[in-house]
């Protein structure tokens, strides 16, 4: 069976973004995969993160992602801060990859900014961490968003250059997993900026712990242009904030543009966004529902991932060790 990896950072409330670019697809690759979630804190540390919401919002995540379907029983979900093998392979992968190869990242340009001087160093070597994240397990597969394809290139570069440098072929090759109709979620205020956690606005976005009024009331209010939906997909070019409406209409009804034009088109955009915030309200409000049964239980929802940790330890352990003989590393 295949190994999958993937991880979601607990920087905020989890979006619709990371539910159809992501967790969506984390479930049904459950039942033939053996699969391994983690709630990357490590990673979300690369920017400010206030110390007593960074737990709180870890796990909240957790439970979010059990309410979306992950399953901690059968699979691994876990934290990342509670296996140290991630920072220890990070480290040897920080040795192993080029600073040109950094230097192309275009995630570490968006979220440095134009100050740049300022980014912390750990927001930089970010993409090596998350290369020693899935190679720690030997996972192959990875499911992500569209915004992570250009990190998992460069975790191929490293695996490769570990192997030719080390003359083993330990690291396997990561195939990245970027499905559906809605691997990019574009921000609802502004149809060229990915929807994130992390925008200052609101309004930008739909949290998965919105209630049913507020994600009513944000798609009403979500940009449009003037013009009713086109009838078919080339009709949407140019026009941004109606192709991410329609994308995410797209992945909510297991369709695609066609198939949502095919019924819409010709549409105004209100008549659109009440369809569209029905099946939003009748996708999240469960799993908002569900979050907060699971949060009434704090302790467990830490067990969870401090149980996954034990489990994840002992896969990544005998990996690790090995990675570190390779280099030459006395055993301990
Ligand atoms: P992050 O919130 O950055 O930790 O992302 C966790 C997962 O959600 C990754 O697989 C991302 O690619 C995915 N993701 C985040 N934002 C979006 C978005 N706006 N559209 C689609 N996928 C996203
Ligand atoms: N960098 C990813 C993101 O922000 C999160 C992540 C960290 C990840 N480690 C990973 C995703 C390993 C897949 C595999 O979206």
Not at 157 to 184: S, T, V, Y
């Amino acid at each position: 069976m295949q190994r999958i990896f993937s991880g979601i950072q607990p920087s905020g409330i989890p979006t619709l973004g990371n539910y159809l670019g992501a967790i969506r697809n984390w479930v049904p690759l459950q039942a033939d995969h053996d699969c391994i979630y983690c709630v990357v804190d490590l990673h979300a540390i690369t920017q400010w993160q206030e110390p007593s919401l960074l737990a709180r919002q870890t796990r909240e995540l957790a439970a979010s992602l059990m309410a979306c379907g992950i399953d901690p029983v059968r699979q691994i979900l876990f934290l990342q801060s509670l296996v140290p093998e991630h920072a220890e392979l990070a480290w040897i992968f920080n040795c192993v990859a080029r600073l040109g190869w950094l230097n192309r990242m275009t995630q570490f340009k968006d979220k440095a900014g134009k100050d740049r001087e300022n980014a912390s160093a750990g927001l930089y070597v970010y993409p090596n961490l998350m290369a020693a994240d899935i190679l720690a397990y030997h996972a192959t597969r990875v499911p992500v968003g569209d915004d992570q394809r250009q990190h998992l290139e460069l975790a191929n570069d490293i695996a490769q250059k570990f192997n030719h440098d080390f003359g083993a072929d330990f690291f396997p090759a990561i195939e990245p997993l970027i499905l559906g109709p809605a691997a990019r979620v574009m921000s609802l205020r502004d149809g060229t900026k990915k929807m994130s956690k992390s925008d200052t606005s609101d309004q930008s976005r739909i949290n998965l712990n919105d209630s049913a009024d507020a994600i009513a009331q944000k798609i009403r209010r979500a940009r449009t242009d003037p013009e009713p939906l086109p009838g078919e997909p080339a009709g949407l070019e140019g026009r941004p904030e109606a192709r991410n409406l329609v994308g995410i209409y797209a992945a909510l009804a297991d369709t695609d543009e066609a198939g949502v034009l095919g019924r819409h088109g010709g549409k105004g955009f209100a008549a659109f966004k009440e369809d569209l915030a029905g099946l939003l309200i009748a996708t999240i409000g469960p799993i908002a529902a569900e979050t907060a049964r699971l949060l009434a239980d704090p302790a467990h929802v830490d067990g969870v991932l401090r149980g996954g940790a034990e489990r994840a330890k002992r896969i990544a352990g005998p990996i690790v060790a090995e990675a570190k003989r390779l280099v030459g590393f006395l055993a301990a």
